[in-house]
């Protein structure tokens, strides 16, 4: 309701009980045409409401689905067996309410409640929404294969965050993720064993330093284009991570091209200076060898 006429029909309503009027009768018990004559239409609008004379459409307003459900154990839980019998009833019943919606899981998040009253809380983005029961199981089943709780756990909660179902069509050439699920599946249960800093896509960075990448989470993503698939010019360099010492001996070298001087962070403690050449020694392929204070050291061949 606006401010003025609200405020409008308190100067009415105030006007009536200085008549004597205190009632819905005694408001009806007027002269319609009279009371809007004095009072303006705002007091029609009252005598209207008052005498059953006005009708208002009913606004249907549906409450915000809340796909929750929480459970406090009547014993403290100390192995992942039954809660993980738990989750899978609360999976159970909440996809069930999401089918019911026409609606997908987007994400789980789960509390967990200890007995010293302190909380551990986690959420699972899927990589693939969905409402397969099985799917999101095998995210719960993969996260408590290495966790470990230090106190007896007295409260579960889980929660789904829903959206709708995606659609997408592929050209003829493109192909989707046989199973995304599983593919999230085996980077988390890799990230539990080698760690979060190990796994991912590596990503090269803005540098000519060889080997200078880092590691950004895994997303599929096919291309926008044609133009953006990578396409392959020349020999490629496989690089050695275990880079072996040699002895240069420059009567075995039959064609060698290069030097190729890089340098970088001249600016900081973190400065580096690199010189490589390529080499074909006789009767073999095309190395890429560095050149070091007291050593050549090979960087990679060519396939």
């Known amino acids: 309701m606006d401010c003025e006429p609200a405020a409008e029909i308190s100067r009415i309503i105030g006007i009536l009980h200085q008549w004597g009027i205190h009632s819905l009768g005694e408001l009806a018990a007027l002269e319609r045409d009279q009371l809007g004559a004095h009072l303006g239409p705002h007091a029609l609008r009252l005598w209207d409401q008052a005498s059953g004379n006005s009708h208002r459409l009913l606004r249907l307003v549906r409450p915000p689905e809340t796909f ?5 154990f009547e014993y403290e839980i100390e192995t992942a067996e039954p809660l ?10 909440l996809t069930r309410r999401l089918a019911a ?3 997908v899981a987007r994400a789980l998040f789960f509390r967990l409640t200890f ?7 986690h959420q699972f983005e899927i990589p ?3 409402r397969s029961v099985e799917i999101l199981f095998r995210l ?3 996260h408590f294969e290495n966790f470990r709780a230090e106190q007896p756990i007295v409260a579960v909660a889980l929660s789904v965050q829903p959206t ?7 050209d003829l050439f493109e192909t989707p993720l046989r199973d995304p699920g599983r593919l999230h599946e085996t980077l988390t249960r890799l990230t539990g064993l080698l760690g979060a800093d190990r796994v991912g896509t590596p990503v090269l960075e803005d540098s000519h330093r060889p080997d200078s990448f880092h590691l950004e989470p895994f997303v599929w993503k096919l291309p926008e284009s044609p133009n953006e ?9 496989r690089r050695l991570r275990q880079r072996k010492s040699i002895t240069v001996l420059r009567s075995k070298i039959v064609a060698r091209a290069g030097p190729y001087r890089s340098s970088g962070n001249w600016w900081d403690e973190k400065s580096w200076v690199h010189t490589e050449w390529d080499a074909q020694l006789e009767g073999c392929s095309i190395y890429r060898i560095a050149e070091q204070p007291n050593e050549w050291r090979v960087e990679g061949i060519y396939d």
Do not use: C, N, S, W
Not at 115 to 121: F, L, R, V, W
């Open 115 to 121: 007995a010293d009253k302190t909380d551990y809380q």
């Open 68 to 72: 929750e459900e929480t459970i406090e």
């Open 164 to 170: 709708r179902p995606a659609r997408q069509q592929f």
């Open 229 to 237: 698939l990578v396409t392959k010019v020349g020999p490629a360099l």
């Open 101 to 103: 919606q026409y609606l």
């Open 128 to 130: 693939h929404p969905t």
């Open 140 to 142: 719960l089943q993969t």
């Open 84 to 93: 993980l019998f738990v989750l899978r009833r609360f999976l159970d019943q």
